[in-house]
């Protein structure tokens, strides 16, 4: 390609340079005149219809890319063009559906609105840290970690797009410069106790009850628990398999998943009800609806679960059949409120630690890649837990103090021999 020098003019008290570049537009490259602005006109320049060295150099050092065919045509697209047209597409064939879905809703949602127009190539940290301040400005209720989901996102777009060769040379990753603005914190999740549970099943009717059981005494994820089928089960351990999500059933979250979970004989007496319930059956899902189909575990939560958890103290009916009663609605405050599926499994990996077990043993447990993940978001102390570790802190000290009482005190001369 010819060199070009590009042409300098003035224009509303800038100076810019005018010049030509091939572009990625719809899948074809075109060849298209541009601008760019270098510089402010300086008081000192104003009757200047040339433009000073200063601003030659720069607009030298900007051609110089394009004049060393450093800039690939795929570097001019829009970072929409780019995540839409190859991004999710690869991303879709590596990662689990419910990953990818949440991956596009980000994008749809906050990152392509602030950022999509732009190229590529022109993409630098300061543009990544305006989107995340942006983001943050007008949702100050969004808590820091989901600003840092978005973050992730776009690092791992850019990561793809520097894996392709798609940055300028040397530019390097822009958003691993990024800082996340202070922002809430999330709140603190909550676990089930054994109290909780066992309340829980002897309120809620079956099959919603065996499924709370499921969860909280063998420790499933939501996904597992609809994927879960009977030839998977032989009377003492449940071998997960597969998870089902929104319909599509898939390996477990990590390989490690993919491993059996003892069952203690209080569950295996739950599911020998349940089994007999069912007409026992022999293979099929473990929790399936009246076409043979795995549940929709929502479905159960709206019917079965929540009416009975949100009943009212006074009539005992539901809070939907309550409007019109003769008295206001007043929850049963005898009855846990429901915090979602996984807190049953945060609830086993606290009450086991609370017993006593190994932290490592409640990682294999869980099937946990990582034990540092059991330890940071699965193990909750309760206050009982912390009074009761204070407690033997008091006594080892006190029996320390009473051993330095009984030993016999040696007196040092204050004067030298």
Same mark, same amino acid.
């Given at each position: ?6 042409y300098?003019y003035r ?23 541009m601008?760019k ?9 104003? *009757? ?8 030659? %150099?720069?607009a ?12 690939r045509?795929?570097a &001019?697209? &829009?970072? #929409? ?8 597409p ?10 990818y879905?949440?991956?596009?809703a *980000?994008?749809?949602?906050?990152? @392509?609105?602030?950022? !999509?127009?732009?190229?590529l ?6 543009? $990544?840290?305006?989107?995340i301040n942006d983001?943050? +400005?007008?949702?100050?209720?969004? @808590? ?19 894996r392709?060769?798609?940055?300028p +040379? ?12 202070d922002?809430?914190?999330?709140n603190?999740?909550h /676990?089930?106790g054994?109290?909780? =549970?066992?309340?829980?099943? #002897?309120v ?9 059981a499921?969860?909280a005494?063998?420790?499933l ?6 994927g ?13 398999? +597969?998870?089902?999500w ?6 477990p979250?990590? @390989?490690r998943s ?7 004989? *209080?569950?295996?007496?739950?599911l020998?009800?349940?089994r007999?319930?069912c007409g026992?059956p022999?293979? $099929? ?5 009246? %076409? $043979?189909r795995?549940?929709?575990?929502n ?25 019109? !009663? ?5 929850r ?5 409120t429901?915090? $979602?599926?996984?807190?049953f ?10 017993l006593?077990?190994?932290d ?10 990582? =034990? /540092? =993940? ?14 009761s570790?204070?407690? %033997?802190?008091? #006594?080892?000290s ?20």
């Amino acid at each position: 390609m010819k060199k070009q020098n590009g042409y300098i003019y003035r224009r509303a008290g800038w100076w810019v340079l005018r010049y030509r570049e091939n572009l990625l537009e719809r899948g074809q490259i075109v060849r298209r005149q541009m601008a760019k602005q270098l510089a402010p006109v300086a008081p000192e320049h104003a *009757r200047l219809k040339r433009a000073p060295d200063k601003v030659k %150099k720069m607009a030298e050092k900007f051609l110089r890319p394009l004049n060393d065919n450093e800039i690939r045509p795929e570097a &001019t697209q &829009t970072i #929409a063009a780019f995540v839409d047209g190859l991004f999710f597409p690869e991303l879709k064939e590596r990662v689990r559906q419910s990953t990818y879905r949440g991956y596009l809703a *980000r994008w749809e949602l906050q990152l @392509k609105p602030r950022c !999509g127009d732009m190229r590529l190539r022109d993409f630098r940290v300061l543009a $990544g840290q305006q989107v995340i301040n942006d983001i943050h +400005r007008q949702n100050p209720e969004m @808590k820091y970690s989901t600003l840092g989901r978005l973050k992730n996102l776009l690092s791992e777009i850019f990561d793809e797009a520097e894996r392709l060769e798609l940055l300028p +040379r040397g530019a390097g990753n822009p958003i691993k410069l990024v800082r996340l603005p202070d922002a809430q914190e999330d709140n603190e999740t909550h /676990s089930y106790g054994l109290r909780e =549970v066992e309340t829980m099943l #002897a309120v809620l009717p079956e099959p919603a009850a065996t499924v709370c059981a499921v969860a909280a005494f063998a420790g499933l994820r939501r996904a597992e628990l609809r994927g879960v089928r009977w030839e998977d089960y032989d009377g003492e351990q449940i071998m997960v398999m +597969r998870s089902v999500w929104e319909g599509f059933t898939n390996d477990p979250k990590t @390989k490690r998943s993919k491993a059996p979970v003892p069952v203690i004989p *209080r569950l295996q007496a739950i599911l020998s009800a349940h089994r007999l319930a069912c007409g026992n059956p022999k293979s $099929g899902p473990m929790f399936a609806n009246g %076409k $043979g189909r795995p549940a929709n575990l929502n479905n159960v939560l709206n019917r079965e679960i929540l009416p009975v958890l949100n009943r009212c103290g006074i009539c005992r009916k539901s809070k939907p059949s309550h409007i019109g !009663g003769s008295h206001e609605y007043l929850r049963d405050g005898s009855l846990p409120t429901w915090h $979602g599926f996984h807190s049953f499994r945060r609830g086993l990996a606290s009450t086991l630690y609370g017993l006593g077990v190994d932290d490592v043993m409640v990682q294999q447990i869980l099937r946990h890649q990582d =034990v /540092s =993940v059991t330890r940071k978001h699965y193990i909750k102390t309760t206050s009982e837990q912390t009074v009761s570790a204070m407690a %033997k802190l008091e #006594a080892s000290s006190a029996a320390m103090c009473a051993d330095r009482a009984l030993a016999p005190a040696t007196v040092k001369s204050a004067l030298p021999n």
